[in-house]
């Protein structure tokens, strides 16, 4: 099946700093999804993102599928930004219905 | 607009019995998935869902686990003799489409079972 690899695994901040953490997948994909689970574990979407470019406040994400990776900018960091940050894709081959997951980034943002 | 729901939130169960959870989707939303998050894994999924149907589950531990989306109610994720390594989060996605088009997944804030 399709490969994740996202790094760094783990990442620590100032309060203000910038960040970026990138997601490797191994085939193409139909389906790309940033994830960020905060402390209380919830899982929150972040981005929709199988190719280009968004923005949503501090954060923004690049996704480039003819090279097969993916890339989260958090911008002025916060300490409510704490947490693990998941990049899931769904292969574009057959019957593929289900989310494959990165093992996550932990960032602690420290104020 | 709601989100997905899931319930219980927190379920404590002793080995060997029976663990019921349960996922409403998002209002519009006839596709639902199964996913769990062991420590010190990442979230791997268990089934697909959709009304009276179970799509695929290769991701399904063969002995023990069931799921079900019936044409009323919610989805329902079924333990039986749970074991102290079923102790996890169990989360429950919806998505408005299968594999066509956009079909971005939602997820509920998950079931934490805890097996003693």
């Known amino acids: 099946g399709i490969q994740v690899e996202q790094s760094p695994p783990d990442l620590i901040l100032q309060e203000g700093a910038n960040s970026t953490l990138r997601c490797n997948f191994s085939d193409s994909v139909n389906n790309l999804q940033w994830f960020h689970q905060n402390p209380w574990g919830q899982l929150i979407n972040l981005f929709y993102i199988p190719s280009g470019t968004k923005q949503n406040g501090r954060l923004s994400a690049t996704t480039v599928a003819t090279e097969r990776y993916s890339l989260l900018y958090i911008s002025s960091s916060q300490t409510t930004d704490s947490g693990v940050y998941f990049c899931?894709?769904?292969?574009?081959?057959?019957?593929?219905?289900?989310?494959?997951f990165g093992k996550g980034t932990l960032l602690t943002v420290n104020p | 607009n709601a989100g997905v729901m899931q319930n219980p939130r927190h379920l404590v169960r002793r080995r060997g019995q029976e663990a019921r959870l349960r996922c409403s989707p998002m209002k519009g939303h006839s596709h639902v998935y199964w996913y769990r998050q062991l420590p010190e894994e990442g979230l791997k999924f268990m089934v697909y869902?959709?009304?009276?149907?179970?799509?695929?589950e290769s991701g399904m531990p063969k002995e023990r686990f069931s799921a079900e989306f019936p044409k009323e109610g919610p989805s329902i994720l079924r333990i039986q003799q749970v074991v102290r390594g079923d102790s996890a989060a169990y989360f429950c996605?919806?998505?408005?489409?299968?594999?066509?088009?956009?079909?971005?997944?939602?997820f509920g804030p998950g079931t934490r079972l805890t097996v003693l």
């Open positions: 869902l959709q009304k009276e149907n179970i799509i695929d």
């Open positions: 996605a919806s998505s408005p489409k299968g594999t066509s088009g956009r079909n971005e997944q939602f």
């Open positions: 899931a894709v769904r292969g574009s081959g057959g019957s593929n219905y289900k989310l494959t």
